[in-house]
């Protein structure tokens, strides 16, 4: 069946440090792929996606790329802040009409200290 | 507009009871996804309702939990003679239509004593 498999967490990091959070998947076909964040006290929001094939999602400085060739989906950014700390999960969604339902990775807590 | 909507936030119940989960997805969703997250782990895929199909009910851990839902409104789901393993956050999303962005709600804390 799908998996998602990403980096396991707690990542702690300075104030503009470079982030990388990987993620892998394993699907038959051509899955959408999703980034979602969790802030404290907060509800899980989407964070970027990207639905084929070397798209590039990007918001709030965040970016990822869709790489079929290694079936990977890592999340980046250039110099992160406190504010981004939350736990991070990367998601599939197989996009088969009749199976919309989303995988996730376990999750990764990042810490940004200042 | 407003987002999804879950009631009630918390829930502590002892082990045995029933419990019942409550959903207001966006209006105008057709889709409604429930999923569970327990602590230290991913969120675990339960039940999916997409207008009025038969429900995707693969992710049911058990036939103690159902859920419904009211047209393209309310969702309700029930765990009946509650677990301890049942602890966790139990959270709902809902899209436009399905493949779409799923928005998820704030979640439902259940803690089983």
Redesign the interface.
């Known amino acids: 069946g799908d998996s998602v498999t990403q980096m396991e967490g707690p990542v702690t990091l300075s104030e503009e440090a470079f982030l990388t959070i990987n993620c892998t998947y394993t699907a038959t076909g051509y899955p959408s792929l999703f980034w979602y964040v969790q802030y404290p006290g907060e509800g899980l929001q989407l964070l970027l996606k990207a639905t084929k094939a070397d798209d590039k999602g990007s918001n709030k400085g965040f970016e990822a790329t869709y790489r079929k060739e290694t079936t990977s989906f890592h999340l980046e950014k250039g110099s992160v802040q406190v504010s981004d700390s939350a736990v991070y999960f990367c998601a599939l969604n197989p996009a088969d009409f009749g199976n919309e339902k989303l995988t996730f990775g376990t999750g990764t807590r990042l810490t940004i200290i200042p | 507009g407003a ?2 909507s879950q009631s009630p936030s918390n829930k502590v119940t002892e082990k045995g009871k029933d419990v019942e989960l409550r959903c207001d997805p966006i209006s105008g969703h057709t ?1 409604l ?1 429930w ?1 569970r997250q327990r602590l ?6 339960l039940i ?1 309702f ?1 207008g009025n199909s038969a429900p ?1 009910k693969s ?1 049911l851990p058990s036939d103690r939990f159902s859920a419904e839902r009211t047209g393209e409104s309310v969702s309700t789901l029930t765990i009946q003679r509650t677990q301890q393993e049942d602890s966790a956050v139990y ?1 709902c ?1 809902s ?1 436009l239509f ?2 779409y ?7 439902t804390r259940l803690t089983v004593t």
């Open positions: 987002g999804v889709a996804y999923y230290g782990q991913g969120l675990e895929f999916y997409q995707d992710g959270l999303a899209s399905p493949v962005e799923q928005y998820f709600g704030p979640g």
